[in-house]
């Protein structure tokens, strides 16, 4: 039985004596008498009626009181799953057969510790997997990225709807810097696993912070085999997201694709983890295509998936500069989906800046949006289409604009 599991339970146990103490009173204190239960004497004798409810209470709760060892797998089974197959065994024609008093209770108590999140549908309490939640999110907060939608969503879902997945979901992020990238990994966090980012079952490394020099590129590789194994056994279902990812140098992948791979030989199911990894690598192969299909006057919620990923493949398959890691996750066939995000344009920064004043609360005007937007450098020189970095740092710069 796990720590969190453990604490549970005792959690549990503080319930239920709450419930039982109440039998241990009328009934387990020995032949000594209070002298409260003398003056309680003189109340039975003056009013009939009173003994006959003192009695029925008496017996009520002793019932409770006799709920012992069969109650309490009853009700780890009910709230935690555990200890069912135990009952079954010993009990196999007659199921949970208990007095309905103590079901009452069960019922009462098990429902009451549910309130406070600690049952779930998916058997963890720190895995929530509200696809629907992400959907309307990306949709109402994600500006100008059809196909991140597109992809995030249907690879996400289908990978949770997967009774046992092939092997691990690995998607791969790319797009200049503030179009989104992190924005999305956060997102998915936050929907799948109750604590978002702070989550137990979630790690994120960012590459120039956590492996800073190639020097100690082995002992990077003990380190973050531990914490991929580590998190991958304390949670059913994981999640690691891989920031600055064209920045890992590609020896941290011995490490990184066994829990990849096809293949799950260890005693620990790999597969119903999720990689996320998170580049401005093929950026400017993204930009081109976006900026081509404006120049034609054709929308860029034209541009499909089919066309982008031929482009980006050819991109990220060229020699990498200090031996980087993505040609190798194309090369062994790791990455299950491209996940691009287009330039932003002027009116997508707007509607970010909406977003941060609506965020904090702050009343805005169509004008102090367009201030806000004007703070930013467009690109190309000649056409200024692009926001140079997308719509990061809006956020800071609605300051300009408080009271």
Not at 108 to 126: H, M, N, P, Q, V
Not at 134 to 140: A, I, K, P, S, T
Not at 351 to 376: I, N, S, W
Request: aromatic share 10%; net charge neutral.
């Amino acid at each position: 039985m796990g720590q969190s599991t453990l604490l549970s339970h005792r959690g549990l146990a503080c319930c239920l004596l709450l419930l039982l103490g109440g039998s241990e009173s009328l009934g387990s204190r020995g032949k000594q008498r209070e002298p409260w239960e003398e003056d309680q004497d003189a109340v039975m004798e003056a009013a009939p009626w009173a003994r006959a409810r003192y009695e029925a209470v008496k017996k009520h709760l002793g019932a409770v009181g006799a709920l012992s060892k069969q109650y309490w797998q009853y009700l780890a089974c009910k709230v935690s799953q555990e200890g069912c197959e135990e009952e079954e065994e010993a009990n196999p024609s007659a199921g949970w057969s208990l007095p309905l008093v103590g079901q009452d209770y069960l019922e009462i108590l098990s429902a009451w510790y549910c309130s406070f999140g600690k049952c779930c549908e998916t058997g963890d309490c720190r895995i929530v997997n509200n696809i629907t939640g992400l959907e309307m999110d990306l949709n109402g907060q994600l500006h100008g990225q059809h196909l991140a939608k597109e992809v995030v969503i249907q690879a996400v879902r289908g990978f949770l709807q997967s009774p046992q997945p092939e092997k691990a979901l690995v998607l791969s992020f790319h797009g200049w810097s503030g179009t989104g990238k992190n924005f999305v990994a956060r997102m998915v966090a936050s929907h799948l696993y109750r604590d978002g980012l702070k989550s137990e079952c979630v790690r994120v490394f960012i590459a120039l912070f956590h492996f800073p020099h190639h020097k100690y590129v082995d002992s990077y590789k003990v380190q973050l085999k531990k914490q991929i194994s580590e998190t991958v056994q304390l949670c059913k279902q994981s999640l690691f997201i891989f920031d600055e990812a064209e920045k890992l140098h590609f020896g941290l992948l011995d490490a990184i694709k066994p829990f990849m791979a096809h293949n799950n030989k260890g005693q620990v199911n790999h597969r119903r983890s999720i990689f996320l990894f998170l580049s401005n690598i093929g950026g400017n192969t993204i930009n081109e295509v976006a900026l081509d299909f404006w120049r034609a006057g054709r929308a860029r919620e034209e541009i499909s998936m089919e066309f982008l990923e031929q482009r980006l493949r050819l991109e990220l398959l060229q020699p990498a500069e200090n031996g980087h890691a993505r040609s190798h996750l194309l090369e062994e066939n790791l990455i299950d989906f491209f996940v691009p995000f287009l330039p932003l344009e002027y009116h997508h920064v707007k509607l970010c800046a909406r977003d941060a004043f609506l965020a904090r609360g702050l009343p805005y005007t169509e004008a102090a949006l367009d201030e806000v937007a004007k703070m930013m450098v467009f690109v190309p020189k000649e056409e200024k289409l692009f926001s140079a970095q997308g719509c990061k740092s809006v956020s800071q710069r609605i300051n300009y604009f408080l009271p």
